[in-house]
């Protein structure tokens, strides 16, 4: 199964902004962030995300934010998670340099 890798490093939580509303938890259409019982901090689940936006847009105090990664971090990423899931095979879209690896 092919997965698209971009989708799972493209929002990032700034968790010393983030005043724990809850809003974004509560409103994310795909259930991909919620709260640490222990630390309290909003976790991000990057297999449910779908990049929408919408929790972005409706943080009050601009906590979360879209992350974007240069080719080599983005292909470190690629490798580590192939090494992680055993697979053989995976695709990376970089939009900025219109290629795939
Ligand atoms: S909406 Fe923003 S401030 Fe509220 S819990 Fe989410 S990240 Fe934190
Ligand atoms: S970008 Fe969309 S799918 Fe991803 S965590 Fe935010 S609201 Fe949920």
Request: hydrophobic share 35%; charged share 25%; with cysteine.
């Amino acid at each position: 199964m092919i997965k698209p890798v971009c989708d799972e490093v493209s929002i990032k939580i700034n968790n010393n902004y983030c005043g724990k509303c809850k809003i974004c938890s509560s409103i994310c259409p795909f259930e991909a962030l919620s709260t640490d019982e222990k630390t309290g901090e909003i976790k991000l689940d990057i297999e449910k995300c779908q990049v929408c936006g919408i929790c972005f847009s409706s943080c009050p105090v601009s906590a979360i934010e879209m992350a974007y990664y240069d080719v080599k971090s983005l292909i470190t990423y690629v490798e580590k998670s192939m090494h992680e899931t055993g697979s053989k095979a995976r695709v990376a879209l970089d939009n900025l340099h219109k290629g795939f690896y």
